[in-house]
DNA sequence: GTTCTTACA
DNA sequence: TGTAAGCA
């Protein structure tokens, strides 16, 4: 019987890959055909079968190509003992990637959801201690641009799910922090009660009438307030409207005021 | 009609 | 990795 090997496209249909990629494994030199035909036509037995099974296989587990090019020429089965728990390694670090990013989105949306639950935009909550670390400071006159962004020299990769801290301190200049954890943070937000008044404005003019706002409600309640004066800016809840950026004021309770 | 090579996004 | 052109 003539003609027991097989086209290209019947290995690819075959074996459900693309011709391209089985041309690409020769390229690479993993699989080369049983021969060529007169017409330049690639040929394919029951070893070029197996053989693609078996690159199939270690692509699937994670194999570059050039590895398995490198083994087919000089592997001992403890190497490709080896490549493989390699492999495991790196496939479970990016499952911890991607388990960190979803944990990451499920944040943003109890975050959205609670605020929407909340009936009131003002809080009283029971805060343990936080750290913030300080980036730069800037004058209270002086409007944030992005070129003093750009000369802090620090890179902030993480600046989209971080959520930036604007410290106003008695008679200081605003002090611009990022959320850290203890070890690298440079300031003590201490365990206790805060009050927290969530809105979102468009300018500056409206972020210091809520700031009226924010003190007038604790005079009201006869809370008094302690330590700086915190504008948060919730990068994530701004990321669900196209021009309103969503801020907190926050600020600690020393204690209520005894009418 | 199928495959081959080469090039390109 | 897929797609396309020009050939055999």
């Not at 302690?226 to 020393?254: C, N």
């Amino acid at each position: 019987m003539l003609n027991t090997e097989i086209t290209i496209s019947e290995l690819a249909h075959l074996m459900q890959v693309s011709v391209h990629q089985i041309r690409y494994f020769e390229e690479k030199g993993i699989l080369y055909p049983a021969y060529t035909a007169d017409n330049q036509y690639r040929m394919y037995g029951i070893d070029q079968i197996y053989r693609l099974s078996h690159i199939l296989l270690m692509r699937k587990m994670g194999l570059s190509v050039q590895a398995i090019r490198q083994w087919t020429n000089e592997g001992t089965s403890d190497r490709m003992e080896q490549l493989l728990r390699q492999s495991a390694t790196r496939i479970e670090a990016e499952m911890a990637r991607l388990r960190s990013l979803t944990e990451f989105i499920h944040k943003v949306l109890e975050e959205k959801a609670s605020t929407e639950t909340e009936a009131s935009a003002y809080q009283r909550v029971q805060r343990e201690v936080s750290y913030l670390s300080s980036w730069f400071t800037i004058d209270k006159e002086t409007k944030l641009d992005a070129r003093m962004l750009a000369q802090q020299g620090d890179t902030i990769p993480e600046l989209f799910k971080t959520n930036i801290h604007y410290l106003y301190e008695e008679g200081g200049p605003i002090r611009l922090c990022t959320e850290a954890r203890q070890e690298n943070g440079d300031i003590v937000l201490p365990e206790g009660e805060y009050l927290v008044y969530r809105f979102s404005a468009k300018g500056e003019e409206d972020i210091e009438h809520h700031y009226e706002r924010f003190e007038s409600y604790a005079e009201r309640h006869s809370l008094l307030l302690t330590g700086p004066r915190m504008l948060v800016e919730k990068s994530y809840l701004s990321l669900f409207s196209q021009d309103d950026i969503h801020y907190e004021w926050l600020a600690r309770i020393d204690r209520t005021l005894q009418l």
